[in-house]
């Protein structure tokens, strides 16, 4: 009986993939490029603050022939209580893109939209980002307080999760009303994603969850619906990170839902127990925005209500708050 007839999602404990992830560099965030003609490449970046507004901003690049056409895009989305209330996505031509290939640097327009560097006294990651489109506009900046890391993924795409954690402080801008915000941020940073991986794979759930102290970045990859990889990073405020195996992590999408003519989880459970470090969580879906991504698959983008604790050396941390996840469904799968 496969896992949509038992209305699941579920990882493997025998999962063929291991993420095996490392330190990342200033220059792991720069842009990557592809040997392939068609790819896509994106830097990522979301916050939830504490006036009940959160957004996700980011740049996508999708090359359709190399070095001759691509799709870039511009992306603002701010939501309040969970709810969308702007999305504003721009385009701009290959000879508006400016990236460069040594630091987190991306221009379009001529105008510098992320810049990424090291604070010289702190050694902590810093980004500036300024983001307006049309009466809508985000000027904020991440200071990282984790380490961050690198991995790769089964389909062979990068993934730097470049700031597992940050403070966010700044302005954004709603309807021409300038608010000013702070808060929890999130950055990554994915290359060389192939048209290949779009047409051979099923999709991937991700999210992270905050407690006072740490941070879990979590996602589960499936090749079909039945076999989903998962993968599980933890981090420490100001301290590194520690990565659990695929055996001693559970996770279930399940109250499958039709939602834009697919079926979605909309309840997820997630555990993992290395020994030392527990963690056990229920995930509600409080509010969901669909959207379409590399041109047709369908993507949702959740704020969930989370709900568990995470034990480190005999210390529980108690959580309970909306957090931010995806699940990302290739279109013919």
């Known amino acids: ?44 970046f979301d916050a939830m603050f504490d006036n009940g507004y959160s957004i996700q901003l980011n740049v996508r690049f999708l090359s359709i022939i190399k070095n001759r056409f691509a799709l870039i895009y511009k992306r603002t989305d701010i939501y309040k209580e969970g709810q969308l209330i702007k999305h504003y996505r721009k385009r701009y031509s290959l ?74 402080n700044g302005k954004i801008k709603v309807n021409d009303e300038e608010i000013d915000v702070k808060g929890i941020g999130y950055h990554d940073h994915n290359w060389d994603v192939r048209y290949s991986a779009t ?29 989903g990889q998962p993968l599980l990073v933890l981090n420490e405020n100001n301290k590194g990170y520690i990565n659990f195996k695929p055996e001693e992590i559970k996770f279930i999408g399940d109250k499958l839902s039709l939602k834009n003519k697919k079926m979605i989880p909309l309840h997820f459970i997630l555990e993992a127990n290395n020994g030392n470090e527990k963690l056990k969580f229920s995930m509600d879906a409080k509010d969901l925005h669909h959207d379409t991504v590399m041109i047709k698959n369908h993507y949702w983008r959740y704020h969930m209500i989370c709900t568990g604790t995470i034990t480190v050396d005999d210390k529980t941390e108690t959580v309970k708050d909306v957090q931010i996840a995806e699940f990302l469904r290739f279109k013919n799968k």
Not at 5 to 24: A, G, I, M, Q, R
Request: contains cysteine.
């Open 1 to 44: 009986m496969t896992n949509e007839e038992n209305n699941t999602y579920k990882s493997l404990k025998d999962s063929p993939f291991k993420f095996t992830p490392s330190n990342v560099s200033i220059k792991d965030d720069a842009f990557h490029g592809s040997t392939a003609p068609r790819f896509t490449e994106w830097w990522y």
């Open 95 to 168: 000879k508006d893109y400016d990236a460069s290939k040594e630091i987190p640097s991306v221009k379009l327009g001529g105008k510098e939209v992320i810049k990424g560097f090291v604070d010289k006294k702190t050694g902590n990651l810093i980004y500036d980002l300024s983001f307006e489109i049309e009466n809508t506009s985000a000027n904020l900046r991440f200071k990282s307080c984790t380490k961050g890391w690198k991995g790769t993924n089964p389909g062979g795409d990068g993934w730097a999760v470049t700031i597992p954690r940050a403070e966010v």
């Open 199 to 227: 047409q051979n794979n099923h999709g991937w759930f991700w999210g992270k969850i905050y407690s006072n102290n740490f941070t879990i970045t979590w996602a589960t990859i499936y090749k079909n619906k039945e076999i």
